[in-house]
């Protein structure tokens, strides 16, 4: 995330202050989120619904950012939860049909870029952004370990009701979950792959 | 069941629980263990870093440019709202976070078949009500739905200011079932928070209503609707700051019904 302006001020101090109703900390946490809130919303609702969407987001980062407690994790987080409920809520009273569009345009973007695999991985961490880590990590799952965290992510989807969704039994969908999103930690993190990966068996 | 093995279940969650993907019971757990547990709150640090990067990584990948007023837009909106309040000498909006929802919203997890039928029975009980003289201002119920409150909730159900109470099975003819529900306040705030598990789905005509009591006066706060798991829930304002009441129950009875009669299925009486 590019910080585009007072970038020394951690978003955790500017929420402080916007609970204290300072504009200015809002207006520099907008530069910073604005973008990503908006193409999220965008490849989730639509670009004619995306900007109003944008709009209440952030009214509702303004209106309770005195609920922001540092103790339970980074602002982002925090903040990207509250773009997501609000994402997810709007979404569920669509149709399958547009939600199912949804999941495939985001799992399609996600999916279709090839990473440069001939860059060795200490590399690949290093000077390199963390999105672009993350990406390079995403694209490397198996599809069916990927499709299932973005459901879950992107289309606010639980695990019975992705299990539901692709007809898959809830176990499956449990597993490839924990598989994949292990994966993703251990390359965004350059842990230690476990030795011998096997195939995933879970069907 | 050691704490070890008992975190050792629970890490199977994790992952889940920081999509969100988990079921409202299963996360509060995580949640309560994790409020005690480093380790688990390191691994769930590095997932939420994780997932939190997923918009920038959509964003870099996308097309799509921000709209050029909208900052402004925004801006104005938010310097109108503070320039009510201040006119008003209302509560500046960030000290005023909890707001009756619209009695309009649906309650979670209907489904299609059940929508027509909540409304048909929600606009009978009105007219019922209106009949028997029941004042409909007193009527307090706040139809909220979990989905689009969960921030609100786990305000209520997980914070340092809870306290709760674990509603037991009090209908023997369900053990099989063992449905169970929790009735969940805070002391700085009115709103009283019920969840349900494993409830069977009323029968026709029927409803789970929850009672509250305080001196032998009873007090209704609302309506569980159950999805198909057995889980519903329930956000009420008691118009009061940490409300007491010495007994809760959810009764099945008549979806019309302005006392509680009817059959107890779960209840929680004060020591």
Known sequence: MEDKSNSSISNEDLIIQVAEGDKVAFSLLYD?????????????????????????????????????????GEFKHWFMAIARNYLRDKLRKRSKENQLFVSNEIYHLLSDIIPDSKIPVEEEIIGRERSEVLLNALQKLPDEQRRVILLA?????SQS?????????????KKRIKLGMEKLRRSVFNLVPQIEEKPEQDE | MNNNTHCHQLREHLEAYVLNALDADTSMIVRKHLASCP??????????????????????????????NAKQQLMATINQQSNHYQSTASTPPA?????PQPQSRMPHNLTRYARPVFNLLFVISLAVSAFLGVALAHERNLRLSLESNTELIFEIVDS??????????????????????????????????????????????????????????AERAGEIVVDHMGFGALVYDAQRVDPEFERAQVILQSAASTTPVGTTILSWQAQ
Not at chain 2, 56 to 66: A, F, G, I, K, R
Not at chain 2, 95 to 99: G, H, S
């Open chain 1, 32 to 72: 910073r989120f604005s973008r990503t809130v908006y193409i999220l919303a965008a490849h989730t609702l639509g670009t004619s619904d995306a900007e109003e969407a944008l709009q209440e987001i952030f009214l509702r980062l303004w209106n309770q950012a005195h609920q922001y407690d540092e103790n339970r």
């Open chain 1, 153 to 157: 992510y992107f289309n606010g989807l």
């Open chain 1, 161 to 173: 009701a992705i299990a539901n969704q692709l007809n898959l039994p809830l176990g499956t969908v």
């Open chain 2, 39 to 68: 380790d688990c709150q390191q691994i769930v640090r590095d997932y939420e870093s994780i997932v939190s990067d997923l918009p920038d990584v959509l964003s870099n990948l996308s097309p799509l440019e921000l709209p050029p």
């Open chain 2, 95 to 99: 000290a005023a976070p909890y707001r």
């Open chain 2, 160 to 217: 340092d200011h809870t306290q709760r109470a674990f509603l037991a099975l009090a209908d023997p003819s369900l053990s099989e079932q063992r449905p169970y529900g929790k009735v969940f306040k805070r002391d700085d705030m009115p709103l009283v928070v019920a969840m349900t598990g494993r409830l069977p789905q009323p029968p026709t005509g029927q409803t789970y209503n929850l009672w509250l009591f305080m001196d032998e006066q």
